[in-house]
């Protein structure tokens, strides 16, 4: 079955940066493409931009272009993503979901703070 | 970009009945190819969110059929019949027409 795993929650202080891993299984990982999405605490789902792992080529929201860095391994068939210059805004519960929205990660937390 | 407007905020609804959300779109969400592009999810509690309806009226797979989604080119309701408790969650409406893909504010609904 199709499953998205994400890395565990992260504490990093403000400036620094966090790379976090969704590993794809149970199906062909260059065939969709892997959404990330940003959910601040209590409140709504903010898109942050998609990766088509085949290509390697993204798609960023503007608010997030210098934030964000996303990137592939496909012989581990694992999305990353890079946040950069972390400021308390950025605390937050990061999601991968593939293409469509049809199966999400579990999330993974992240804590700003020093 | 397009914004999604969700009513109500919340809803309470008793086992058995049904309940309908509301999803407004700040523009029109039909593409050319005849495909509306409103997405629905359900984020049950402590819990990543779930597909739920895609491309207006289609149910995801997995999805009890007492979920359902209609609407228009920009106004869009998502009717659940024979609510259950299982059914608790945030209801959060979804285009995904253009970039940015943007996401409604969400709709909680509870059981009484």
């Known amino acids: 079955q199709v499953k998205l795993l994400q890395s565990g929650a992260a504490l990093v202080k403000p400036g620094d940066s966090v790379k976090m891993s969704c590993k794809a299984s149970?199906?062909?990982?260059?065939?969709?493409?892997i959404h990330w999405v940003k959910q601040s605490h209590g409140k709504s789902l903010e898109w942050i931009g998609y990766?088509?792992?085949?290509?390697?080529?993204?798609n960023y929201n503007e608010k997030f272009k210098s934030k964000a860095t996303l990137t592939v391994d496909k012989s581990s068939s694992t999305a990353y993503m890079e946040f950069s210059r972390l400021t308390s805004e950025d605390s937050a519960i990061y999601y991968c979901?593939?293409?469509?929205?049809?199966?999400w990660g579990q999330g993974v937390m992240v804590t700003v703070s020093s | 970009d397009i914004v999604m407007t969700q009513a109500p905020l919340s809803v309470s609804v008793t086992p058995g009945e049904s309940a309908s959300i509301s999803c407004r779109s700040s523009?029109?969400?039909?593409?050319?190819?005849?495909?509306?592009?409103v997405y629905w999810y359900l984020q049950k509690p402590g819990k990543s969110p779930q597909l739920l309806i895609y491309?207006?009226?289609n149910l995801a797979s997995g999805v009890p059929d007492r979920f359902s989604g209609s609407g228009s080119e920009t106004d869009f309701t998502l009717k659940i019949s024979r609510v259950e408790a299982e059914d608790v969650g945030i209801y959060y409406c979804?285009?995904?027409?253009?970039?940015?893909?943007?996401f409604g504010s969400g709709t909680k609904l509870e059981i009484k």
């Open positions: 979901a593939r293409r469509g929205f049809d199966y």
């Open positions: 149970g199906y062909t990982f260059t065939d969709y493409i």
């Open positions: 491309r207006m009226s």
């Open positions: 979804g285009q995904l027409l253009e970039n940015p893909l943007t």
């Open positions: 523009k029109s969400l039909l593409h050319s190819n005849g495909i509306t592009y």
């Open positions: 990766i088509n792992p085949y290509s390697g080529g993204t």
